[in-house]
């Protein structure tokens, strides 16, 4: 099934098949940017919690690094075209709200094979996003950690 999303005056598309109840298969395409679709497809997909796994193209790229001592993200821009490797989340809510969180990490690698990874931020789609969502029952929720200094998954 095609989809079309205008989200903030921006057009997301997607394609999207169910296999199951559980399971969501998903290609999001040129151009699209990867957390901000994620979102749109678990709002039109009522999706309440899950995880996912993900190959494709990206450019535009946004990966970080979380200092604990610091409690803050270090970023790091990578420009140009780059192979996903690998992109593994898990999607939740900020505790007793509607807020959507995609916690995603992403591997990427460049035309000499070499690797980098982190916690994704932002990936623009250069060639094909192909991934699939693993559903779960359950709401998935978040709860904030003065220690760590972020929303973890609440036990």
Do not use: W
């Not at 604990?68 to 780059?82: A, V, W």
């Not at 094979?113 to 789609?125: D, N, Q, R």
């Amino acid at each position: 099934m095609y989809n079309l999303c205008i989200t903030g005056g921006i057009k997301m598309k997607y394609e999207l098949t169910t296999l199951d109840k559980s399971i969501v298969i998903c290609r999001i395409d040129k151009d699209q940017e990867i957390i901000s679709v994620l979102k749109e497809i678990v709002k039109n997909q009522n999706i309440y919690g899950g995880f996912f796994k993900g190959i494709g193209a990206v450019e535009d790229v946004v990966l970080s690094y979380y200092d604990l001592s610091s409690k803050q993200y270090i970023d790091k821009e990578f420009k140009g075209e780059y192979e996903i490797v690998s992109l593994l989340g898990n999607i939740s809510y900020i505790y007793a709200t509607d807020e959507v969180v995609i916690h995603a990490h992403m591997a990427i690698s460049d035309k000499d094979c070499i690797v980098y990874g982190g916690h994704l931020k932002k990936a623009i789609v250069s060639i094909t996003c192909e991934l699939f969502i693993l559903t779960v029952n359950d709401k998935l929720e978040r709860v904030f950690n003065e220690e760590i200094g972020l929303y973890l998954l609440k036990p």
